[in-house]
């Protein structure tokens, strides 16, 4: 594996690491839209949807589980 296919595959499974953050219900959502990222990746730009809602989701998800912790 090159280091810019590594790369492209950390990058697309960016949301689903990401949702790794001790949140339980995003995870195997987030582990759907990294999975079809990578498998419309083939195609030039078609990944940007499913990765682009995968990082939705993570990002809400940490940033709910940080303003439970804080009780903001």
Known sequence: ?????????L?????????LAKVATPKVLCFVMSGMALLLS???YSSILPWALGMAIAIISVRER?????GM
């Open 11 to 19: 990058i697309l499974l960016l949301p689903f690491l990401l949702s």
């Open 42 to 44: 083939v195609q030039p």
């Open 66 to 70: 940080i303003r439970s912790a804080y």
């Open 1 to 9: 594996m090159t280091p810019e296919t590594a790369g492209c595959v």
